[in-house]
């Protein structure tokens, strides 16, 4: 057989993603990556160290901890940081703590506001960050179908989608001002089924509660949350049961329904994502408030 | 279809067929209310890529935004942000993503709007093929054929022509062929090579997924198939190796990898490349990727390199085979598309991105806007939104560049706002060395070029040597530069007259100011500059004269080019052996002064390279010996050879 030196799609968006990468890593003084803990960053984390191979990463790692992660997410972080050798910083938004801001009492709008948005501005700000990597991908939702590579970002992380620079070709315009940054999406053209197959491929260790397992929930809103510990304020009338669930989606655990599967390896997961066609955001209740909701939180500066 | 596919396969082998997946970008473009987002919309669904959440979320949405009453309104399933949602209008480029048990795809969804030009060129400069909508009951309109000329502006080498809502005419066959003619004859006038036409209806899924059984005078492929088996894979440039370094890392003091997405060709290790614009050459030594090294790579593949020789290449510089190199260049000529509210002066200075390089540029000219609705060329003082015109631009580094027409990543650019860091431009870099150069020649000279003939003289070469009293012979002159070659090359000429020959002097330098006047530094035009030199050699021979080559003809290929010109049996090479120290001694014109402090580049023998003959067939010691003492040994030789032969 002759050969024809012919790139699959996979091969294509590693190497473009790599691309993207480098691009940030040569053009910004000062860029960090978000990392949050999930399957998208888990994939970036890899093109990453395969970018700079065998350099080791030439920027931090930036975690917004809302202090409502899975425990078994933050054990997963603490000991890949330590296997792959990299900086993690953990930005945790101690005001927000102290006044006990939590989804039960204040809401999840409000909660995620003060938590997570709001907590990775003040990071970006505080860390003087010209750039900053995102795994969002563009078929996640549909505002984010139009979101650039190279996503423009005012001095107040804001997002003006009047206000985005024409992307061409692989060539990036990275240049701010003072004060002013750029988000990366390196990730932006894959799908999530690209993702997991990347994962199955790569071997890419992931957190363990993608996978089916017997876990303490109750039904909440026509999904299952997890009871992760005893800040989740039971309702009257529930009691946790052990059910087989697996989350295809990780965020804060009373945000964050599970979903009843007998998954526990990745080709498993893979097939049952393909046969439960649901898309993964469905899971997550930050998408719920109403249609146009991730624009809006967007626009406020959430990722 | 994905379920019916996984039942079949299992779910390794569905996993092991979908990693194998090519992938075809395409982008579809089309007037507003031609039913391109329906279209889209009708394809994700028909082709069973929709999920079920999304379905009934557009379901609820029909009754708010939707334009078609009880059915599903497939526009709202690909239908993105607020406003435009609020406005029924798709304003920006938005990418949809779908897989079929063949081939994986990515849709650039660009909008219809006269003023929104900038997205559609946005949309396919990630292209590889363009779906153009037309309504049947329009029929070929202003759009399209902007759409149309934009797309093959772009490089987009694969149009599929969408004749929509075939059901609101009838399902006409008379309609689609009119249609079909008077698109093909404004495409005539476009660089591209496949187009493609399919009568549909993307509101009822005709000839969309599903083969149209209102149309069966239609023999060809409904879309989706359509694009399963398109072939693009030739598309891509294996053959000119391009490799911009965009970054280098240095982990430790033994390595020094220089990372970089191949742009074009095949790289393997081993190969001899030049770094441009320094013009120092190396070998590859290896090829590193996380997952091992590499012994070759190709065209889009991010990779770091090491090298053989410690070569000061960084982020911006270019490598490439030393055989087979990029245009290296202050000035290019390019199409733009003008993408500012801010226009376009003459003058007007710029940032511009290429490849990895960023440079500060200046508009000199603006040759002429294009009517892209007739596709005429008009007289512009300025290029404003969403025009495209031709420039010539002046950058302050120098370039590596392709014409886009051979180099998709090559040739294209972006310009950005000095201030407001807005990308104001897109790009393309047009051949103008033979674009403008041959291609005036050849229309000045009418259509006689296509018949060109060779003819053969009636003085034989043995009459000429029997009138000259001599054999014609080339003698090439090589050696670093102030080696001694111009000396020695007019004390030969001198030496000769003296004996009775009949010689003159090729002087590089001259040359350069006359028959080469219009050539630079870059490998491409050294290259032609020393062909140029070799041809007038032979001329000179072919006359029965003996012909002294005096150029610094540097890399071994250059001389083997020369040889094969003149002929071997009339080719000598001599080498002018003078250490490099004492070319510098000698050097009374501050050239070396000025390559050592970095103030000139590309100077053989510091930062261009020079490749000493292997085999000359003399070595003349013209560091240690007068040119006159040398052009007497060089003539003994020669004569003792019988190699210069009084007849």
């Given at each position: 057989m002759t050969k024809t030196y012919t790139l699959t799609h996979l091969q294509q968006l590693e190497n473009e993603s790599i691309q993207i990468i480098r691009e940030v890593a040569a053009e910004f003084q000062n860029p960090v990556m978000l990392y949050s803990i999930g399957k998208d960053s888990g994939v970036m984390l890899r093109l990453a160290e395969k970018a700079f191979y065998p350099a080791p990463l030439p920027f931090s790692l930036l975690h917004v901890n809302t202090?409502?992660?899975f425990r078994e997410m933050i054990a997963f972080r603490n000991q890949l940081m330590k296997d792959i050798g990299a900086t993690l910083i953990e930005k945790i938004n101690l005001e927000g703590v102290k006044q006990n801001?939590?989804?039960?009492?204040?809401g999840t709008q409000r909660y995620t506001h003060i938590m997570k948005t709001e907590t990775l501005k003040q990071a970006l700000t505080e860390g003087g960050y010209d750039a900053a990597f995102g795994g969002a991908r563009?078929?996640?939702e549909k505002s984010r179908?139009?979101?650039?590579?190279f996503s423009f970002r005012d001095s107040r992380h804001q997002w003006d989608p009047k206000n985005q620079r024409p992307e061409l070709w692989?060539?990036?315009?990275?240049r701010v001002k003072q004060g002013e940054s750029i988000r990366v999406f390196?990730?932006?053209?894959?799908t999530e089924l690209d993702i997991w197959l990347y994962i199955h491929l790569e071997k890419i260790p992931m957190v363990p509660l993608y996978f089916a397992k017997e876990r303490p929930v109750v039904r909440r809103n026509g999904t299952w949350i997890m009871?992760?510990?005893?800040?989740l304020p039971l309702q009257k009338g529930e009691t946790p049961e052990m059910r087989m669930v697996r989350f295809r989606t990780l965020g804060c655990y009373p945000l964050t329904g599970a979903v009843e599967s007998s998954a526990t390896t990745v080709p498993e997961v893979i097939e049952e994502m393909l046969r439960n066609k649901?898309?993964?955001?469905?899971?997550?209740?930050?998408?719920?408030?109403?249609?146009?909701s991730m624009e809006q939180k967007k626009r406020e500066g959430y990722f | 279809m994905i379920c019916t596919e996984l039942d079949r396969l299992g779910i390794e082998s569905y996993l092991q067929n979908y990693r194998d997946k090519s992938l075809l970008r395409f982008l579809t473009c089309g007037s507003v209310d031609d039913g391109k987002s329906t279209l889209i919309g009708r394809l994700l669904h028909d082709a069973d890529q929709v999920f079920d959440d999304h379905l009934s979320a557009v379901r609820k949405d029909t009754g708010k935004y939707g334009t078609t009453g009880e059915a599903i309104d497939f526009a709202l399933l690909v239908d993105g942000l607020q406003a435009e949602r609020e406005q029924g209008i798709t304003i920006d480029v938005a990418y949809r993503y779908f897989s079929t048990d063949r081939r994986k795809f990515i849709i650039a969804d660009t909008p219809?709007?006269?003023?929104y030009t900038r997205n559609m060129a946005t949309g396919a400069s990630h292209c590889d093929l363009a779906i153009i909508l037309i309504d049947a009951r329009k029929g070929v309109l202003e759009q399209t054929r902007r759409h149309s000329f934009i797309a093959t502006l772009l490089g987009i080498q694969h149009l599929v022509v969408a004749i929509n809502k075939m059901d609101l005419v009838d399902y006409s066959r008379e309609v689609f062929d009119r249609i079909k003619g008077d698109f093909g004859a404004f495409a005539?006038?476009?660089?591209?090579?496949d187009i493609h036409f399919i009568p549909m209806s993307g509101m009822r899924g005709e000839n969309v997924v599903h083969r149209s059984e209102?149309?069966?005078w239609f023999q060809g492929s409904p879309l989706l198939a359509h694009l399963e088996n398109v072939?693009?894979?030739?598309?891509?440039?294996?053959?000119d190796l391009r490799l911009p370094v965009q970054l280098v890392l240095r982990?430790?003091?033994d390595y020094r990898g220089f990372c970089g997405t191949i742009a074009s060709g095949i790289l393997r290790q081993g190969d001899p490349i030049v770094s441009l614009p320094s013009g120092r050459q190396s070998r590859v030594k290896s090829i590193d990727t996380f997952g091992g090294s590499l012994t070759e790579a190709v065209a889009g593949m991010a990779v770091s390199i090491t090298l053989e020789d410690e070569i000061d290449a960084s982020r911006g510089d270019m490598f490439a085979s030393p055989n087979n190199a990029p245009n290296v260049d202050h000035n290019v000529e390019a199409m733009i598309v003008w993408m500012a509210e801010e226009p376009m002066l003459p003058g007007s200075r710029y940032v511009l991105k290429q490849t990895t390089n960023t440079s500060a540029v200046t508009a000199?000219?603006?040759r002429y806007r294009m009517?892209?609705?007739?596709?005429s060329r008009e007289d512009a003082k300025a290029l404003t939104l969403n025009e495209i015109g031709r420039v010539r631009l002046e950058s302050m580094r120098p370039l590596q560049w392709d014409p886009y027409a051979k180099n998709r990543r090559t040739g294209s650019f972006i310009l950005v706002d000095?201030?407001?860091?807005?990308?104001v431009a897109a790009g393309m870099i047009l051949d103008r060395t033979t674009a403008e150069r041959a291609g005036d020649r050849r229309t000045r000279s009418g259509?006689?070029?296509?018949?060109l003939q060779t003819h053969k003289s009636s003085v034989t070469p043995e009459q000429r040597t029997q009138r000259l009293q001599q054999k014609p012979l080339a003698i090439w002159f090589t050696g670093l530069?102030?080696?001694?070659k111009t000396p020695t090359a007019f004390a030969l000429e001198q030496e000769l007259y003296r004996r009775g020959y009949a010689a003159h002097v090729l002087l590089g330098t001259n040359l350069r100011t006359t028959?080469?006047?219009?050539?630079?530094?870059s490998g491409e035009d050294r290259w032609e500059h020393q062909r140029r030199a070799a041809e007038v050699a032979r001329v000179s021979c072919d006359a029965g004269l003996i012909a002294i080559g005096a150029l610094i003809a540097p890399l071994a290929a250059d001389r083997s080019q020369a040889r094969t010109i003149i002929g071997a049996e009339r080719f000598v090479e001599v080498f002018c052996n003078a250490s490099l120290e004492i070319c510098e001694q000698r050097d009374q014109t501050g050239l070396y002064a000025a390559a050592r402090q970095g103030?000139?580049?590309?100077?053989t023998g510091i930062d261009a390279p020079y490749e000493p003959p292997q085999n000359p067939d003399f070595v003349l010691p013209t560091g240690t010996k007068s040119p006159e003492d040398c052009a007497k040994m060089l003539c003994d030789f020669l004569e003792q050879r019988g190699l210069l032969k009084k007849m």
């Open positions: 202090t409502y992660k801001i939590n989804p039960f009492d204040h563009r078929d996640e179908a139009k979101e650039r590579v692989d060539l990036y315009n990275g390196p990730l932006s053209n894959w009871v992760d510990d005893e800040r649901n898309s993964e955001r469905q899971g997550r209740m930050i998408d719920f408030d109403e249609a146009g | 219809g709007h006269v003023q005539a006038k476009l660089q591209v090579r209102n149309m069966p072939h693009i894979a030739s598309d891509r440039n294996l053959v982990p430790n003091l000199t000219d603006i009517n892209v609705s007739t596709l000095r201030l407001t860091n807005a990308t259509d006689a070029g296509l018949n530069p102030r080696s001694g028959l080469s006047r219009d050539l630079g530094f103030q000139l580049r590309n100077v």
